[in-house]
């Protein structure tokens, strides 16, 4: 059984910065990819960013390209998403989720999912 647990979401005002982490634990295939998603009230989950297992090739939305940096540790089991520059449009419950393949910003391409933690940007 694969857990993912997130952490380091919180409030923060307009152009603050917060740093979430997601620690993996249990039994995984090896080289698998980790994401982030988020999810606005009234809206459907979208994608944030991802990162390859050696943590060579990322990818990000748009939205939050310049801004957010997504990054792992393989010996700790851990992926970050640090965000700076926060906007009131990144208020959002953020999820990870870990994969083996599919197209990197499809959700359904994530076989495991944390439970998300809630980051709120006030303006």
């Known amino acids: 059984q694969v857990q993912l647990v997130e952490s380091g979401g919180g409030l923060v005002q307009t152009g603050g910065s917060l740093r979430l982490s997601c620690a993996t634990s249990?039994?995984?295939?090896?080289?698998?990819?980790m994401a982030w998603f988020r999810q606005a009230p009234g809206k459907e989950r979208e994608f944030v960013a991802a990162?390859?297992?050696?943590?060579?090739?990322?990818n990000y939305a748009d939205s939050v390209k310049g801004r957010f940096t997504i990054s792992r540790d393989n010996a700790k089991n851990t992926v970050y998403l640090q965000m700076s520059s926060l906007k009131p449009e990144d208020t959002a419950v953020y999820y990870c989720?870990?994969?083996?393949?599919?197209?990197?910003?499809?959700?359904?391409?994530?076989?495991?999912w944390g439970q998300g933690t809630q980051v709120t940007v006030s303006s």
């Open positions: 990162i390859n297992w050696s943590g060579g090739i990322t």
């Open positions: 989720a870990l994969g083996y393949s599919g197209v990197w910003s499809s959700p359904t391409s994530y076989n495991y």
């Open positions: 249990g039994r995984t295939s090896s080289s698998y990819r």
